[in-house]
Antibody, heavy 121, light 110 residues
Framework: QVQLQESGPGLVKPSQTLSLTCTVSGDSMNSGSYYWSWVRQPAGKGLEWIGRIYISGTTSYNPSLKSRVTISVDTSKNQFSLNLSSVTAADTAVYYC?????????????WGQGAMVTVSS | QSALTQPASVSGSPGQSITISCTGTSSDVGAYIYVSWYRHHPGKAPKLMLYDAIKRPSGVSDRFSGSKSDNTASLTISGLQAEDEADYYCASYTRSSTWVFGGGTKLTVL
């Protein structure tokens, strides 16, 4: 069973770049029918899809964040990463990595526990 | 893309049934069966409860059921239990090859 764990700085200064990594355990990223995804939840608000990557490197991003988001994958390390540039207080949120099964369920099946990131000087 | 529309809150007594709606557009909910529902207890990872609008993953109670008609999907929980108290989110694939979540519904078990 695949497990996900987010890691990265919990505090980022305004205008800087937020960087998070999701480590995949329990199976190789090369097996399975997954898109590797990022979702966030600002305090007091709902879930927001950020984007996803396939192991080939092809990506898809939320149009509202597209100009600031980069998602990358390193299958040799069984990790994928999120970079969000020019952050503001509005980017303060819990960030989740998740698997999206595009064959069997077409849903976000497995989620990490989440990483709280605060944008503040 | 705009968030799917869900009621902010619903409530019910133990043993009762509740339904949460999720309204989108012909570009998301109305375009595909790829609507899913998640239960989210604060501080924990969201859990997949339904996929393809009506299907339950292995291990999810048959008290959870779903439906979809045109641009609206619904989640029904029957035989409410205290453990069902949580936030519930719908999500849909879109014609732009992106995904969009609902604003979330807080379920209170009275």
């Amino acid at each position: 069973q695949v497990q996900l764990q987010e890691s990265g700085p919990g505090l980022v200064k305004p205008s800087q770049t937020l960087s998070l990594t999701c480590t995949v355990s329990g199976d190789s990223m090369n097996s399975g029918s997954y898109y590797w995804s990022w979702v966030r939840q600002p305090a007091g608000k709902g879930l927001e899809w950020i984007g996803r990557i396939y192991i080939s490197g092809t990506t898809s991003y939320n149009p509202s964040l597209k100009s600031r988001v980069t998602i990358s994958v390193d299958t040799s390390k069984n990790q994928f990463s999120l970079n969000l540039s020019s952050v503001t207080a509005a980017d303060t949120a819990v960030y989740y990595c998740a698997t999206y099964d595009y064959v069997w369920t077409n849903a976000f099946e497995i989620w990490g526990q989440g990483a709280m990131v605060t944008v503040s000087s | 893309q705009s968030a799917l529309t869900q009621p902010a809150s619903v409530s019910g007594s133990p043993g009762q049934s509740i339904t949460i709606s999720c309204t989108g557009t012909s570009s998301d909910v109305g375009a595909y069966i790829y609507v899913s529902w998640y239960r989210h207890h604060p501080g924990k990872a969201p859990k997949l409860m339904l996929y393809d609008a009506i299907k339950r993953p292995s291990g999810v109670s048959d008290r959870f059921s779903g439906s979809k008609s045109d641009n609206t999907a619904s989640l029904t929980i029957s035989g409410l239990q205290a453990e069902d108290e949580a936030d519930y989110y719908c999500a849909s694939y879109t014609r732009s090859s992106t995904w969009v979540f609902g604003g979330g519904t807080k379920l209170t078990v009275l």
